[in-house]
């Protein structure tokens, strides 16, 4: 990409340093880059090094100019990250959540490789698992009231039934906390849209989170409730 490119922005940086601190994956690129002006016989797109070494023939090159497309190498870059085994990819990520100053020395190992396995499927970019992952490790101080849209009174039958049902589960496990969610909405007659938009605001202070299950365990039955309780808190901050 030239710096006359109308892509090359301070989004897509032209520089080798630049690109590494967006945290694109070695082989998304290497994968992109040959295809640039050639094509796979089977028209695949996603390749291995192997597979790369084994086809590439002089004889399927292009004669027409290839283009750099952001947005493809994007794509490939989140199907890598997505595919790739979970061990490679905290390796790669983890210098991004020290970048980030997330405090990882104080949590496990397994514990910190069930985050990014959570975020993997919304992170384009080895540098967006950073911000993605700082609610797993810091409770929101803020949270995003001007983009919600729950009536606050049903927010709050929401939290304080899901703060009932989490401090009486003596496990916690997925499926557990799946059935005590489920009971809520039947019960209380709640559209689970807004019964999971207001949990998912308590335990990460926006919109965008795992199934609210997978995100209970992970937070833990204490974190979890202390952040529920905290929005409570706001709510009736808001209405006084």
């Given at each position: 990409m030239s710096k006359r490119d109308p892509e090359a922005s301070?989004?897509?940086?032209?520089s080798i340093e630049g690109r590494r601190d967006l945290g694109y994956v070695p082989e998304a690129i290497l994968n992109h880059l040959v295809l640039?002006?050639?094509?796979?016989?089977?028209?695949?797109?996603?390749?291995?090094?192997s597979e790369m070494v084994?086809?590439?023939?002089?004889?399927?090159?292009?004669?027409s100019n290839a283009n750099f497309d952001e947005q493809k190498l994007f794509h490939f870059n989140a199907l890598y990250i997505k595919e790739m085994s979970l061990a490679r990819l905290v390796?790669?990520?983890?210098?991004?959540?020290?970048?980030?100053?997330?405090?990882?020395?104080?949590?496990s190992p397994d514990w910190i490789a069930k985050c990014v396995d959570l975020e993997r499927g919304r992170c384009r970019l080895l540098s967006e698992f950073g911000p993605a992952l700082r609610y797993y490790f810091f409770a929101p101080e803020v949270f995003e009231l001007e983009a919600f849209r729950v009536p606050r009174?049903?927010?709050?039958?929401?939290?304080?039934?899901a703060y009932e049902q989490i401090s009486a589960t003596d496990t916690i496990s997925e499926d557990a906390v799946q059935k005590k969610f489920?009971?809520?909405?039947?019960?209380?007659?709640?559209?689970?849209?807004?019964?999971g938009a207001s949990v998912r605001l308590a335990l990460t202070g926006g919109s965008r989170s795992p199934?609210?299950?997978?995100?209970?365990?992970?937070?833990?039955?204490?974190?979890?409730?202390?952040r529920l309780e905290r929005l409570r808190g706001q709510l009736e901050e808001v209405a006084a």
């Open positions: 301070g989004q897509f940086p032209v640039l002006g050639w094509s796979h016989p089977a028209n695949k797109e996603i390749l291995d090094v084994a086809t590439f023939d002089l004889s399927r090159l292009s004669k390796e790669l990520v983890m210098p991004y959540l020290k970048r980030e100053c997330l405090p990882v020395e104080r949590h009174e049903t927010a709050l039958i929401a939290i304080d039934a489920d009971a809520i909405v039947a019960e209380r007659q709640l559209k689970y849209k807004d019964f199934s609210l299950p997978e995100l209970v365990v992970q937070l833990g039955k204490e974190e979890s409730l202390c």
